[in-house]
């Protein structure tokens, strides 16, 4: 089967004043269409850089990404944009803030505006529309990232890559946040990869999860392996320490 997105022999190094940092050690990756991967790992092993590179906001060193087959290593958001988005942690900072979320929302868009497919949007998002007439500074953290994720799917994007996105937000807003993407997923095979040091978060959204460590890919399967048979020390440190964090 084709992959909706592919990255092959990934390698990302930052140099900093006193070392070189290898964020990202030969990682491979796959998503299908309609399937939602979380890449989960301690703080500082290579998550975001590998999300970023996904999108094209950072340039590998080296290896190739693939979009439907079509390679699009090198390009830069600006291509990457029409299919994919990211969702960042600090929603209200992803927004102009001198813009209304109308504006905000009707801009992402390349096509056509469309405000009915706006308003649909933002119902399914659990969002009144009146929201629209505020600003980012105007609306509450979990509004906000529940804007982010319509702006997302009202820009047509096939694929939405979060990065902690629930990580700012209280308990209750959390459980929305994924039980709205869950839906997503499930009416409209939406697909996405999240981010999360938190992998007890990503057993409840993900049927996949790729567990990252210094920039190495350790290992990656359907949840009911990564959770119940992990290979790997470092994957059932992180499943135990979840737990205890949940007792
Ligand atoms: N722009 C940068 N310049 C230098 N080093 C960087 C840069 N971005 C990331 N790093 C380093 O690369 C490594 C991986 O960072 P990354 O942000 O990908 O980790 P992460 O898994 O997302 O962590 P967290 O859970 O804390 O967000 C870290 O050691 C980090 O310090
Ligand atoms: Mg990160």
């Not at 590998?50 to 830069?76: A, C, H, W």
């Not at 979320?101 to 009915?116: N, P």
């Not at 509004?143 to 890559?161: F, G, K, P, V």
Request: hydrophobic share 35%; charged share 30%; glycine share 8%.
């Amino acid at each position: 089967m084709e992959h909706i997105l592919k990255g092959i022999n990934l390698n990302k190094t930052f140099g900093t004043k006193d070392r070189n940092i290898q964020a990202l050690k030969d990682v491979d990756f796959y998503i299908d269409e309609g399937e939602l991967l979380g890449i989960a790992g301690e703080s500082g092993s290579g998550k975001s850089t590998l999300l970023n590179v996904m999108s094209g906001l950072i340039r590998p060193d080296s290896g190739e990404l693939f979009y439907r087959e079509q390679e699009y290593t090198g390009k830069g958001p600006s291509q990457t944009g029409k299919f994919l988005q990211m969702i960042f942690q600090d929603a209200k900072n992803s927004f102009d803030p001198r813009f209304t979320m109308e504006r905000s929302l009707l801009e992402s868009r390349r096509k056509k505006t469309d405000r009915d497919a706006l308003c649909g949007i933002l119902k399914e998002v659990g969002l009144d529309e009146k929201l629209l007439k505020r600003k980012a500074s105007e609306l509450s953290g979990g509004q906000c990232q529940r804007m982010s994720i319509a702006r997302a799917l009202y820009s047509e994007a096939d694929i939405l890559l979060c990065d902690e996105i629930t990580s700012a937000l209280d308990v209750s807003s959390q459980a929305q946040v994924v039980g709205i993407l869950k839906r997503l997923n499930t009416e409209r095979k939406l697909t996405a990869v999240f981010v999360s040091h938190d992998i007890a978060l990503l057993s409840m959204l993900c049927s996949r999860i790729m567990v990252m460590k210094d920039g190495i890919e350790v290992e990656q399967g359907v949840v009911e392996d990564i959770v119940r048979r992990p290979k790997h020390e470092y994957t059932k440190l992180l499943i135990e320490s979840a737990r205890k964090q949940s007792l």
